[in-house]
């Protein structure tokens, strides 16, 4: 775990006969990774190119196949894969069926899609009969009540109720009708009436049917007659309803015909509506028998495609009955993968016994880091950033507690830390149920359930140091300070004193005003009442993120020592390391000593120095004779160690001529300005922080405080609503937004600031023939 798996190169040798049942042994136990030992031939001219087409034929029939039983709701069965070996023969043979199984699904869609369109153009013309009845009485009453014009006499006046109309020139009109949808319909209205003017009567309603609006998908549309004089008009109206998709329909010109061809349709719908009905519950039928056995199918398919990709790998000799292979796989796993070899040879019944040959290589081999479900998800971080080198130090089981606690660092808080701890034990609890989902979301969420539980843990922990939930502090153990030792007689105060300032000061000079032993956990609660509280914590904080920053830093710069001796690279020990950790030491070492030593030594505020003017005196050499000092010889130890650390730097580029000391002066220089921007960089610790923590102080005071202020009766109802606004805020900003904030500064603390301290990242990843890791992805 702390170091990838030792790899070995094995070379094997099996019949052909047993290829299928030895592959798949290996498939099973996922441990072995085939190289390509054909690099130079093309995927379309390897020997089994056509088989791996035939199982990706067999996926697209499958995927219909599933498709068609997710439109029908037909629930597939799930089937837990027994682990048995797919021979050809039943590949063949399963190939048959689905096949067949696909032809009739899709000879049972042709004529259910059939007859829905003879089912909805019958509901259509029903629906047109109907509406057609009012349709011919209007423009009958209208040309009864014209008198008869010619051709320069007035037109009839137009009539709009929910019509078009218009007439002249002699009274015989022919009819069209049809049914268009509703949205073109002022469109299509709007064309005839710009080329005929006033030369049509236009009737249209909409259809009422719910039957057929539901047999459409919901869309509505209208039944129209168009009444016109002369067969060239009706022409071109027929081509305008073309263009406008109408579905134009027979009409009869009398009642009575009209009548008898309704009755003749409301039969012929309900014909068909039995005929569908069978159609879709034959179609069920044969759905619902292959659902019980489509996922089994599937995962021999796959298995079988796997099989043919890793043989398409593999060399075969002239004779064609021996089959070579090379394969990576763990030193402390070969005997697991001889003995599936073995199994795998005696399930096909074959005379010889695979032999396994290790073989010495300069080729590298990949990496590979042993998981389990608890340190998946934080090797997939590190592995984000670049896969490790082979045999190089694996940050994982460190990322494990530096990642959430840096990020506690930032989001400090035990309410918030508590909500991302409930959220993480659900998803654990629910980690069956939410598996099945597919939402990215959800996967994210289940995978990287661990994490948020630390994550969770930590920030409790950190909220107990700061002292913080959701804004208010504890006070288990009693503070520290007290106010009643500051009034007379001991102290300087009197009631007077208490009524006329603002601001009072509590000086630990006093006796028993200050109890001489700090708070037993985290901050002093008296600090949250206090008017310097942000000043306070502003410089806490700041300095915490510089001890941090710089003992992680630090932390990575010993890992690399590490490396160096695995690897027996003991120049780079000398040339390096030594001098990296003393640069370092001597500079941001030394700024983690001044932190700490004034914090031990009583000072006056007034007189004390500050660390940073301090520090940045101590790299320009400046001193003046009113500078304030710490402790005796200061300014002599500061110059010593900065003339340490410069003398470093040429240490550093002591290596080979030519482009390596060029690389070596570039990674010198990377690295001593590299030290100064990384230690700055950990200031994010002190910014967010601070910065989490007055939002949640601006919730409280903006929403809650006034909330429980309200008074009974309504203001119950008012509390209702802050309370609700309040939760609302919380997780939206404080835990949604300034989680995702934190937890992103962590990344990168992790992958810039730490890991280029002794992580390469250049290897690539073992990716071993594995029918778990392939039958859990999705299809």
């Given at each position: 775990m702390f170091r990838s798996e030792e790899m070995c190169l094995v070379q094997l040798f099996f019949q052909t006969e047993s290829a299928h049942t030895c592959i798949h042994q290996l498939g099973l136990l996922g441990l072995a990774q085939f190289r390509d030992l054909n690099p130079g031939t093309a995927a379309f001219q390897r020997k089994f190119v056509k088989e791996v087409k035939r199982c990706e034929?067999?996926?697209?029939?499958?995927?219909?196949?599933?498709?068609?039983?997710?439109?029908?709701?037909?629930?597939?069965?799930?089937?837990?894969?027994?682990?048995?070996?797919?021979?050809?023969?039943?590949?063949?043979?399963?190939?048959?069926?689905?096949?067949?199984?696909?032809?009739?699904?899709?000879e049972i869609n042709c004529n259910h899609d059939a007859?829905?369109?003879?089912?909805?153009?019958?509901?259509?013309?029903?629906?047109?009969?109907?509406?057609?009845?009012?349709?011919?009485?209007?423009?009958?009453?209208?040309?009864?009540?014209?008198?008869?014009?010619?051709e320069d006499s007035v037109s009839i006046a137009t009539i709009r109720r929910n019509s078009s109309a218009s007439t002249s020139g002699p009274q015989k009109l022919g009819f069209i009708a049809g049914v268009i949808k509703q949205d073109r319909f002022p469109a299509f209205e709007k064309v005839l009436w710009r080329l005929f003017h006033e030369?049509?009567?236009?009737?249209?309603?909409?259809?009422?049917?719910?039957?057929?609006?539901?047999?459409?998908?919901?869309?509505?549309?209208?039944a129209f007659v168009i009444f016109v004089q002369g067969d060239q008009v009706q022409g071109k109206i027929k081509k305008i309803c073309d263009g406008f998709r109408a579905s134009l329909y027979p009409c009869?010109?009398?009642?009575?015909?009209?009548?008898?061809?309704?009755?003749?349709?409301?039969?012929?719908?309900?014909?068909?509506r039995m005929i569908l009905r069978r159609t879709e519950e034959f179609r069920a039928t044969v759905l619902t028998k292959a659902a019980t056995s489509i996922q089994h199918w599937v995962n021999k398919v796959k298995k079988m495609k796997a099989i043919y990709y890793t043989l398409n790998l593999c060399n075969i000799d002239i004779t064609q009955k021996l089959i070579v292979a090379e394969i990576w796989c763990p030193v402390s796993d070969l005997n697991s993968v001889q003995n599936a070899l073995i199994k795998g040879s005696e399930q096909s019944g074959s005379s010889v016994s695979p032999i396994l040959n290790r073989i010495h290589t300069q080729h590298t081999p990949p990496t590979f880091n042993r998981t389990n479900v608890f340190t998946k998800g934080f090797q997939t971080i590190v592995d984000a950033y670049g896969v490790s080198n082979y045999r190089e130090v694996n940050p994982t089981p460190y990322t494990i507690i530096t990642f959430p606690f840096l990020f506690a660092v930032m989001f400090g808080d035990c309410g918030h830390g508590l909500v991302l701890t409930l959220l993480a034990v659900w998803v654990i609890v629910q980690q069956k149920k939410l598996s099945c989902c597919r939402s990215e979301f959800v996967v994210v969420l289940v995978e990287g359930r661990f994490i948020i539980l630390l994550m969770g843990l930590f920030s409790i922990y950190t909220g107990l140091i700061y002292n913080d939930c959701f804004s208010k502090s504890f006070s288990i153990y009693g503070s520290s300070w007290s106010v009643r030792h500051m009034f007379q007689p001991s102290g300087p105060w009197s009631n007077e004193t208490l009524h006329s300032s603002g601001h009072l000061t509590l000086d630990p000079a006093v006796p028993r005003v200050y109890s001489g032993?700090?708070?037993?956990?985290?901050?002093?609660?008296?600090?949250?009442?206090?008017?310097?509280?942000?000043?306070?914590?502003?410089?806490?904080?700041?300095?915490?993120?510089?001890?941090?920053?710089?003992?992680?830093?630090?932390?990575?710069?010993?890992?690399?020592?590490?490396?160096?001796?695995?690897?027996?690279?003991?120049?780079?020990?000398?040339l390096r390391f030594i001098p990296e950790l003393v640069f370092m030491l001597s500079l941001f070492g030394y700024l983690i000593f001044l932190i700490v030593f004034k914090w031990c030594v009583q000072l006056r505020s007034e007189t004390a120095p500050s660390i940073l003017l301090m520090f940045i005196n101590m790299m320009l050499?400046?001193?003046?004779?009113?500078?304030?000092?710490?402790?005796?010889?200061?300014?002599?130890?500061?110059?010593?160690?900065?003339?340490?650390?410069?003398?470093?730097?040429?240490?550093?580029?002591?290596?080979?001529?030519?482009?390596?000391?060029?690389?070596?002066?570039?990674?010198?220089?990377?690295?001593?300005?590299?030290?100064?921007?990384?230690?700055?960089?950990?200031?994010?610790?002190?910014?967010?922080?601070?910065?989490?923590?007055?939002?949640?102080?601006?919730?409280?005071r903006m929403l809650l405080r006034g909330g429980l202020r309200c008074t009974p009766g309504l203001g119950a109802v008012l509390l209702a609503l802050v309370l609700c606004?309040?939760?609302?805020?919380?997780?939206?900003?404080?835990?949604?937004?300034?989680?995702l904030s934190a937890f992103l500064h962590a990344l990168r603390l992790h992958w810039v600031e730490f890991q280029n301290k002794f992580y390469q990242g250049a290897g690539f990843k073992f990716t071993p023939l594995s029918f778990t890791s392939l039958l859990k992805t999705q299809p």
């Open positions: 034929e067999m996926e697209r029939i499958l995927r219909f196949l599933e498709a068609e039983m997710a439109r029908c709701a037909i629930p597939v069965s799930a089937v837990v894969d027994s682990g048995g070996v797919t021979c050809p023969r039943e590949l063949l043979e399963l190939e048959c069926k689905i096949r067949k199984l696909e032809e009739e699904l899709k007859l829905k369109r003879n089912f909805t153009e019958l509901l259509e013309i029903s629906s047109l009969l109907k509406a057609s009845r009012d349709f011919f009485e209007e423009a009958e009453s209208q040309l009864s009540s014209s008198e008869l014009p010619s030369n049509f009567i236009l009737r249209h309603a909409e259809i009422q049917d719910t039957e057929q609006q539901t047999e459409n998908t919901m869309v509505k549309k209208d009869p010109n009398t009642l009575s015909a009209r009548e008898q061809m309704r009755m003749s349709v409301h039969i012929r719908i309900e014909d068909l032993s700090p708070y037993m956990l985290g901050i002093d609660p008296v600090w949250n009442i206090a008017s310097n509280k942000l000043s306070f914590l502003n410089s806490y904080k700041m300095k915490m993120s510089v001890i941090l920053g710089v003992s992680h830093m630090l932390f990575g710069t010993t890992l690399s020592l590490v490396n160096y001796i695995h690897f027996r690279n003991f120049q780079n020990i000398l050499f400046s001193y003046q004779s009113s500078d304030v000092f710490l402790y005796s010889e200061q300014k002599a130890v500061q110059t010593f160690l900065v003339l340490q650390a410069l003398l470093m730097v040429p240490v550093m580029l002591l290596e080979s001529m030519g482009d390596i000391f060029a690389y070596q002066a570039i990674y010198t220089i990377e690295h001593c300005l590299g030290c100064i921007s990384n230690t700055a960089s950990y200031l994010r610790l002190w910014a967010l922080s601070l910065a989490h923590a007055e939002l949640s102080e601006v919730l409280w606004c309040f939760a609302l805020l919380t997780v939206a900003v404080l835990i949604v937004m300034e989680g």
